[in-house]
């Protein structure tokens, strides 16, 4: 079974720094990878999507990276704000339509 | 709606009641994913559907968990005979067509067992 792992799972930084967030997984063979924010009592937001095939993908101030034959991904978030405070999840595919989700990297910014 | 919706938002049931809870995909979206989030931890795969089929159930916790989406749109997950272990937030998802495609992600359900 696929497992995610997600470190570190807090994290706390003062505005404006640019942080990185780590996933890895055990099971090379994903058909994708996708990165989302929760906030508390809401369901998942999607950030970026990334497939097998690719190596990185940008949207604005994020940047996601894999490298799927270490079984690796990171979430880089450039000039943070106290809006990117949030709970942050790896969830990996398999060829199945199986998620499997780490559990998560909780995001604090401080203003 | 523009996104996916779930009610009820929150349900309190005595231990022992039956629950349904139901998902309302985006228009249009072949697949639908069930998912249990328990408090802390990242949300667990319950079921996916393909249209009205149910192609995956595997991660069903027991025979006591249901879902149908007899439509190919709505779907309920039911829960008989519920459990305090069942406590957790019941998420549902869609996606379009494609299995490259982001799967989209309702508020969830918040259940609670007394």
């Known amino acids: 079974k696929q497992e995610v792992t997600q470190i570190p799972a807090a994290l706390s930084v003062p505005e404006g720094e640019n942080l990185v967030l780590n996933c890895s997984f055990t099971d090379s063979a994903i058909y994708n990878l996708q990165w989302f924010r929760q906030d508390p009592g809401k369901g998942l937001t999607s950030l970026l999507l990334i497939q097998s095939s690719q190596r990185e993908q940008t949207s604005g101030r994020l940047n996601a990276s894999l490298d799927k034959s270490s079984g690796r991904s990171t979430l880089y978030i450039a000039a943070s704000q106290p809006g990117d405070s949030a709970t942050y999840l790896c969830?990996?595919?398999?060829?199945?339509?199986?998620?499997?989700f780490g559990t998560g990297t909780s995001l604090t910014v401080i203003p | 709606g523009a996104g996916v919706s779930q009610s009820p938002r929150y349900k309190v049931a005595k231990r022992g009641q039956d629950v349904a809870l139901r998902c309302d995909p985006i228009?249009?979206?072949?697949?639908l994913f069930w998912y249990q989030q328990a408090l802390g931890q990242g949300p667990e795969f319950l079921t996916y559907?393909?249209?009205?089929?149910?192609?995956?159930k595997s991660g069903l916790p027991s025979d006591r968990f249901f879902a149908e989406r007899p439509e190919g749109s709505v779907s309920t997950l039911k829960i008989q005979r519920t459990q305090q272990e069942d406590s957790a937030v019941y998420l549902c998802a869609s996606r379009g067509g494609e299995s490259n495609q982001p799967q989209h992600f309702g508020d969830g359900t918040r259940l609670s067992i007394l």
């Open positions: 969830a990996v595919m398999n060829t199945g339509n199986q998620f499997y």
């Open positions: 228009s249009g979206h072949v697949s």
């Open positions: 559907f393909q249209n009205e089929a149910q192609l995956d």
